[in-house]
């Protein structure tokens, strides 16, 4: 993981804070569709707060392809996903390296406070395993 302080610090209704995401596989398998999977728990805000009742936060994957930011999931709860609703992802070769660009923003009116955003790397042609998991810090203020 790469940000600009080594954390997202965003503000709320500002502008969105890039990252990117290095995949490095070693030498023992291929994989076919290896997901880059994002969540974090729900902000409770601080005293003041009104939050409104979207999720807070919009996460963008940027598409090489075309050239455009697209949206990505990014899944707010206080418990895991279960692995086998993760479909997609991309090939990464044995002893390939794959660069992943990524931005995040708080809306005006979600909730402020500190929690990480998990990023799991799952390898959806198993049985939904996950090959790892980062935690990346972050605040909203």
Do not use: C, K
């Not at 965003?10 to 076919?32: H, K, M, P």
């Not at 979600?110 to 605040?139: C, K, M, N, Q, Y």
Request: aromatic fraction near 6%; avoid cysteine.
């Amino acid at each position: 993981m790469d940000t600009r302080r080594g954390r997202l610090a965003l503000v709320r209704g500002g502008a969105a804070q890039e990252f990117t995401v290095t995949l490095r596989n070693g030498n023992s398998a291929d994989y076919r569709h290896l997901l880059v999977a994002f969540q974090m728990e729900a902000l409770v805000g601080e005293p003041g707060d009104r939050p409104g009742s979207g999720p807070g936060f919009l996460l963008e994957r940027f598409d090489r392809a075309s050239g455009a930011w697209r949206p990505a999931e990014l899944r707010i709860a206080n418990d895991a996903g279960p692995l086998s609703l993760f479909t997609g992802g991309g090939p990464l070769a044995r002893e390939a390296v794959r660069v992943e660009r990524y931005r995040m923003r708080a809306t005006a009116d979600g909730p402020t406070g500190s929690t990480p955003v998990v990023v799991s790397f799952v390898d959806t042609d198993t049985d939904r395993e996950v090959a790892a998991h980062v935690l990346l810090g972050h605040s909203t203020g």
